[in-house]
């Protein structure tokens, strides 16, 4: 029996992401340069509400959202994040993220750049590991410091003079200055997290580790014997840190991997349970209508006419 050769995973890129959303006569594509695609930073009042909801995607840039008023809601991976006044919502590249409330009103700043400009003149992938809001695992969510704020406001502003009133944007001015940003807000994550304990640490090492191997390992003795501890002390700092149990932890990133696939690919369902380690499409079936209320077939089509 022939293997039918695997399908390209699509992950938009910033043009791509602009025409689907936005629609193809919105006048805020005025806003957006040839260099676009790789950085752009402007402010969020400049910008038209998107046209459409959002359904589960992924993005080749990273993209960071700064609230000075209003309240921006979203959800990054399976969890929903309310961002308020001067709070920053950062969603790594490759990420899963969804936007159902197109509506929201808020102001402040979205700056996007692609993950090659931090890898540039001044900047490396060592250094890059000490934000761990940039780690798809990570903890996407700085609340800034009132010393803090007018900081990160010069060095955003800074960024969005650079990206509209250049003819092409200085992409080392923009490292730098993203660097600087991103220290500014490690910062501020140091503050919030001060004195992070152990049930923590374990808890987002399972979360990483859950994001890299979801498509092969689903039981929480494995992630246990990768952390080398029992499976009832994982539970327990799961448990204790998120509110959810490690094998809640795990169904949810296989229904939220099932959900991307079935927006973004033409897999059958039985190609896709295959995709998600679920060898058996009934079972696949039964356990995704158990969560959502419809069949995989039926979200698909709800999907598609939104």
């Known amino acids: 029996m022939k293997t039918k050769p695997a399908e390209k995973i699509k992950t938009y890129e910033a043009k791509g992401f602009r025409e689907r959303f936005l629609g193809e ?3 805020m594509h005025l806003l957006f340069k040839s260099n676009s695609d790789h950085f752009f930073c402007l402010r969020t009042e400049e910008m038209m509400r998107l046209q459409y909801p959002v359904p ?63 890898i540039g003149k001044y900047g490396s992938r060592e250094m890059l590991n000490d ?3 940039l780690k798809v695992s990570g903890n996407p969510k700085v609340s800034l410091a009132s010393e803090d704020i007018q900081t990160v406001v010069t060095i955003l502003d800074r960024l969005k003079r650079e990206y509209s009133e250049t003819p092409r944007a200085n992409l080392n001015i923009v490292q730098s200055y993203l660097i600087a940003l991103f220290y500014e807000m ?28 979801i498509k ?3 039981q929480v003795n494995y992630y246990a014997s990768v952390l080398n501890v029992s499976p ?3 539970n327990k700092c799961v448990k204790t840190v998120t509110g959810k149990t490690a094998a809640k932890w795990i169904e949810e990133t296989i229904l939220l991997e099932a959900k991307y696939l079935l927006f973004q690919t033409t897999f ?39």
């Not at 991976?77 to 929201?104: C, K, L, R």
């Not at 209320?293 to 709800?302: A, H």
């Open 216 to 218: 092969t390992q689903h």
């Open 232 to 234: 009832n002390h994982l």
């Open 25 to 27: 006569d919105n006048p």
């Open 56 to 118: 589960p995607s992924k993005h080749s840039c990273h993209t960071l959202i700064f609230v000075s008023s209003g309240t921006h809601i979203m959800k990054t991976g399976y969890e929903e994040f309310q961002t308020t006044t001067n709070e920053i919502i950062m969603v790594p590249a490759g990420q899963i993220f969804s936007i159902d409330n197109i509506y929201s009103s808020h102001t402040g700043y979205i700056c996007q750049f692609h993950p090659d400009i931090l």
């Open 268 to 306: 059958s369902v039985g190609e896709i349970a295959a995709q998600i380690g679920l060898e058996d499409q009934s079972y696949f079936s039964r356990f995704f209508k158990k969560s959502e209320g419809i069949s995989p077939i039926q979200y698909r089509k709800m999907i598609d006419k939104s």
């Open 131 to 133: 934000f761990d809001f």
């Open 186 to 213: 490690s910062k501020n994550s140091v503050k919030t997290s001060k004195g992070i304990s152990a049930a923590e640490i374990i808890s987002n090492k399972f979360k990483e580790l859950i994001h890299q191997n």
